[in-house]
């Protein structure tokens, strides 16, 4: 990632083209708003286009615009969002969707900078900074011919890639606690850490869903904490199901109540620096049992203090 940072700050000041590759939300969208803002078009508009949520026979009008009567339902004409982004950024989300005939027009605006409305024959002249992002293998979309070589070419002058979160273990736990502090704030919760087996099966999970599932993961836990630390079963079934993750032995019943058991002490003791009256208290339980419990466990209350 610190190679992706000196990237983005080194391409933001150019006005080069940049092709944003990396599996679905490992954050493609914020680099490229990254590099828009810390450009010296970061005044002039952003334009996002998502090709993949634009019908096909929409796209060209959507990009280019549209004269008066180019089509049915072509009542006035309307500006494309190149021309929009006149001066600033334009950012083409998905691009890997996009049909070949629009293919031949987005090559010729890469190349010339120009291009005409739907129905029209004035060539317009824009001045834009293109930001393009897939989550496709492009490489093979050119060898089975459904994208063509040349935009491909023209697009991949700067290449960006994200790795995936689970080649960056170690950014797990900074993007878990960053996403804590601002869901706990957003919510007014006094969600203040993760715990030990937690953060544990954080770790352990593959993420396919990328720093977007974690987000997600991270949200729905707080909402669902009750306490001041997020335990793994405020963590969704996906990463619950230990056994394919890795995360969990085969445990009985009996032996995962005691390890759940053995963590709520473990917490109470952190949250009450080992004052074993208070932290019976808020586990609503005895001293007596609470003391019986820790000592079966082996945990000695005095190293929290
Ligand atoms: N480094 C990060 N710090 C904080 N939040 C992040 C980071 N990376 C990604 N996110 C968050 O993860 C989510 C997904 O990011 P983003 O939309 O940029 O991914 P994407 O690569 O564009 O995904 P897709 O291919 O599915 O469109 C967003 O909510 C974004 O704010
Ligand atoms: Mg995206």
Known sequence: MREVFQMISQVSRSHATV?????SGTGKELVANSIHYNSNRSKAPFVKVNCAAIPNNLIESELFG??????TGAVKQKPGRFELAHKGTIFLDEIGSIEPDVQVRLLRVLQEREFERVGGHKTLKVDVRIIAATNKNLEQAVDEGTFRGDLYYRLNVFPIYMPPLRERKTDILLLADFFLERYADENGREVKRLSTPAIDMLMAYHWPGNVRELENCIERAV???????IHSYHLPPSLQTGRESGTLPDLSLEDAVAALEKEMIIDALKNTRGNITLAAEVLKTTVRKFAYKAKKFGVDYRTYR
């Open 66 to 71: 549209h004269e008066k009567g180019a089509f």
């Open 223 to 229: 909402l669902l904490c009750e306490e001041g630390a």
């Open 19 to 23: 092709l944003i590759r990396g599996e």
